[in-house]
């Protein structure tokens, strides 16, 4: 990776060391995505057919697995993922159900109780990437929370032919529908609603930059009402590490995220120019022995490795990136950790390389990307709900608050408003008791 001293870049050069891969926010993908949509709109699962074959070779007759597929697929995964899938969803249900919310009721004052409240939402589509790297431990992290949550409806959608084990897993985590469709147009399908697939409220799960453009467009749609997660695009990774850090550890790290795709990207922030040399040295020692290896070759080349002039620096460089995930291998991780104000997942210490969270600690994996992180929160179970307020006045309730609401209104020319208020407090001066029947 090229090795730049953050020191000695101007302004501009020091923003364009942060900036994303080129290949993120490709406009030539908007198109595309666009013409996606309005053939699922138009033509339904037919056109999803049509793209099965087009993009992923898949030539089906039904969209949905069927009872006696899914039962096939489970029998045929092998005991060691099972097993393996076990105990992921053992920590994370864990630590998904410790997020169950309590709610909230409390009087403001005498005669006026507020209260917030959480409902699930009935209805969510889970999008499980495929392609060269099936993401079975996606399913877990989006089905679970789903689950735990209450959500009637929990549809998952996989580009075909679905791994077995994401099937397998599926059916562990309580997913109600399958169904055989990838990319761009499996958004549409879940946004729009086709024959065989029902519309969704929201919408959940990482993706190339097809799929996230597709996420973000159906959300703008002023034909439907369909909410997305976050923007959950390529993967990426920055390593804050001392010269005190294992330079193979941090490559390792780096490689992980690497492997992911050619537009994800890794970053290296240390105060240590030794450090960075025995990384890239490591990089190049480890990449070679891995089976994705041309594409972390790939992603490497829009990487860097930035040097600092302390950890202070380090968290300044961090907080300004915003990454997906960022692993702290300091002396004082915890000490780096105060000062961190972006990042949609943290990682502390030597041994706690991102993969574990990825896979099996409890936390959850979906992830803002892009800078995102410095003001969208990584996915939990109150993504999966929706809250509300209540509010009830008694007649005391009202009139003792009633003097302030009108004089607020009045003073915003809302006339309405104070009426509503007035004619209540007029009935209860005049009758003395509760105007029940509004």
């Known amino acids: 990776m090229q090795i730049l001293n953050w020191g000695a870049l101007t302004p501009q050069k020091q ?3 942060l900036t994303r ?13 666009r013409d996606i949509i309005e053939e699922i709109c138009n033509q ?6 049509r793209f099965n074959k087009r993009f992923d070779g898949v030539e089906l007759t039904e969209l949905a697995l069927t009872a006696e597929q899914i039962t096939a697929a489970c029998n045929r995964v092998s005991l060691d993922v099972k097993q393996a899938v076990a105990q992921a969803v053992s920590n994370i249900e864990s630590f998904h159900r410790a997020q169950v919310f309590q709610g909230v009721d409390i009087e403001t004052q005498a005669g006026i109780r507020c209260e917030l409240r959480s409902e699930p939402i009935e209805r969510v589509g889970l999008y499980i990437p495929g392609g060269t790297a099936p993401l079975i431990s996606t399913v877990m992290m989006l089905a679970l929370p789903a689950k735990i949550a209450g959500c009637e409806k929990r549809i998952l959608m996989s580009p075909p032919p679905i791994n077995d084990a994401i ?3 599926a059916n562990v985590c309580g997913i109600t529908d399958i169904f055989q469709v990838g990319g761009a147009q499996a958004i549409a399908a879940l946004a729009f609603g086709t024959e065989s697939i029902p519309n969704v409220d929201k919408i959940f799960g990482p993706g190339n930059r097809y799929v996230t453009e597709a996420k973000r467009l159906v959300s703008q749609d002023s034909r439907i009402s369909v909410s997305i997660d976050m923007p959950a695009g390529p993967s990426e990774v920055l390593v804050i590490a001392d010269k005190a850090a294992n330079p193979r550890f941090v490559a390792a790290d780096l490689l992980s995220q690497a492997e992911h795709g050619v537009d994800s990207q890794v970053m290296l922030v240390t105060d240590s120019q030794l450090l960075a040399e025995q990384v890239n040295l490591a990089l190049m020692e480890q990449l070679a022995q891995l089976s994705r290896k041309d594409i972390a070759a790939k992603a490497l080349e829009c990487s860097r490795s930035i040097i600092v002039s302390d950890m202070k620096q380090a968290a300044i460089v961090s907080n300004r990136y915003g990454p997906e995930h960022l692993i702290i291998q300091t002396a004082k991780p915890r000490e780096v950790l105060k000062q961190i104000r972006g990042a949609g997942s943290v990682f502390l210490g030597a041994y706690t390389p991102e993969s574990v969270g990825d896979y099996a600690s409890g936390t959850n994996h979906v992830l803002p990307t892009y800078g995102y992180s410095r003001s969208v ?4 179970l109150a993504d999966f709900s929706r809250r509300f307020t209540v509010q009830e006045l ?7 608050l009633g003097k302030t609401v009108m004089v607020l209104a009045e ?3 809302l006339d309405a408003h104070k009426n509503a208020i007035a004619l209540r407090l007029d009935y209860l001066a005049t009758e003395g008791r509760c105007y029940d029947t509004l």
């Open 411 to 413: 003073n915003e020319l």
């Open 394 to 400: 008694s007649p005391q309730g009202l009139q003792t």
């Open 21 to 33: 891969s080129p290949l993120i926010g490709d406009l030539s993908a908007l198109q595309s995505v």
């Open 44 to 49: 339904g699962d037919a056109a999803l057919l």
């Open 15 to 17: 923003q364009q060391t």
């Open 377 to 380: 929160s990584s996915l939990s």
């Open 167 to 169: 099937i397998y897993a």
